[in-house]
Structure formats: C-alpha cells, structure tokens
T-cell receptor
C-alpha cells in the first residue's frame, strides 16, 4: 500500500545529542513537510521541500535540519540547539505544492529528551 | 494574515447524538478549507475539504461541513455520532498558492460517551 513511513515511532534522546527521524514515502509526491505537534496546539511547520535537492524553512526551523537527496526520503535531524525538542513529529507529503492538494501524513514519531 | 480558531478544545457528546465542531478563520482573500481527523497516536487524515463550488461538502463517514463566507466559518457537523468517531479534529485554512502556507487550528477533541 502507498503511504508515508516514519521511524522510529518512539525515541529517547539525552540532552546535547542530535537525533534523526526518518521519513519515507512511496506516493511519488513532489512535496514533503515536517510538522511539530505539541499538546493543545495545532501543527507548526518546521521545514518543507517542493522538489528533490530543495528545501525551505518553515515557521520554527531553528534547531532543526533536513535533507532531500531522494524524492521519497526527507529525514529530519533534531540538533542539540533545539531548546525544547520533546514533541510529536509528523512527516507529510502532497502531490505538488499547490495549496488545494490534500496533505498526507505519516503516523508520527514521539521524541522525548531525558 | 490568515488564522484559524477552533472555539472548543473539547466536545463531549453521547453516542447517536448530533455534534457540531466550530471553526472560524480570518483571511482577506479567497481560501481553501480543510478538516483533518487524528486518531490516538496517529497522523492526520483528510476528512473533507472545500476548494470551490458547492458550499456544503461531505465525507464518506457521515460528516459534513458548510463554508459560510459572510461568517468566515467552516463548521463540521454529524447528525449521529458513533464511538469510533472519538478523535481530535483539526480545521485548516490555506490562502496562499503553496500548501506549505496551510494553517492548522489548535484542534477539538471529540469524546463520545456510550
């Protein structure tokens, strides 16, 4: 089945460590996104990519980095510079960047800093 | 700038009762409107969307939403809810040309009592 696969589902990180969240899609979508979700809040955009080898900062990019070397992959690195990284992270994709397109989401990754 | 307000953070209802989840937005231009549903520990799934045409849009599982331009609202309704509808519902609005500009509301948690 086509979809978006995020791994790991649960991740614990010690303070000062970088961690990378994986996101793979087999929907053949051009655009991919990373969102952060905190309790009682909506989704906030971290980074997005319209096409391979291109990505743009979203609203809360500080302390995060991404790469888009392949169409199907868009990993997110949470660096030690991110002051409050504990959150639920959602990867998503859409066929193109057009605003009427449906955004498809992965099942998310829980990151906890211990 | 666009914004989305979901007026109720939680809505408890009894099974088979009707429900309305409220969503208001602010924007000075034409918008696309979405409702997404999130089941526990999962990503979001599109429930329905308004792009143009008929102001009443329906989902396959009995939900409907009506775009009201004069009141800048896009409330979600269902005449009779089921236990399986227990989830968090997010209203979203997109006014730009890019899907990366979509703004999500803070969510409404719908809890169904037997």
């Amino acid at each position: 089945d086509g979809g978006i696969t995020q791994s790991p589902k649960y991740l614990f990180r010690k303070e000062g460590q970088n961690v990378t969240l994986s996101c793979e899609q087999n929907l053949n979508h051009d655009a991919m996104y990373w969102y952060r979700q905190d309790p009682g809040q909506g989704l906030r955009l971290i980074y997005y990519s319209q096409i391979v080898n291109d990505f743009q900062k979203g609203d809360i990019a500080e302390g995060y980095s991404v790469s888009r070397e392949k169409k199907e992959s868009f990993p997110l690195t949470v660096t030690s510079a991110q002051k409050n990284p504990t959150a639920f992270y959602l990867c998503a994709s859409s066929e193109t960047q057009d605003s009427g397109n449906t955004i498809y989401f992965g099942e998310g990754s829980w990151l906890t800093v211990v | 700038a666009q914004s989305v307000t979901q007026l109720d953070s939680q809505v408890p209802v009894f099974e088979e009762a009707p429900v309305e989840l409220r969503c208001n937005y602010s924007s000075s231009v034409s918008v696309y409107l979405f409702w997404y549903v999130q089941y526990p520990n999962q990503g979001l799934q599109l429930l329905l969307k308004y792009l143009s045409g008929s102001t009443l849009v329906e989902s396959i599982n009995g939900f409907e939403a009506e775009f009201n331009k004069s009141q800048t609202s896009f409330h979600l309704r269902k005449p009779s809810v089921h236990i399986s509808d227990t989830a968090e519902y997010f209203c979203a609005v997109s006014e730009g040309s890019s899907a990366s500009k979509i703004i999500f509301g803070s969510g409404t948690r719908l809890s169904i009592r037997p």
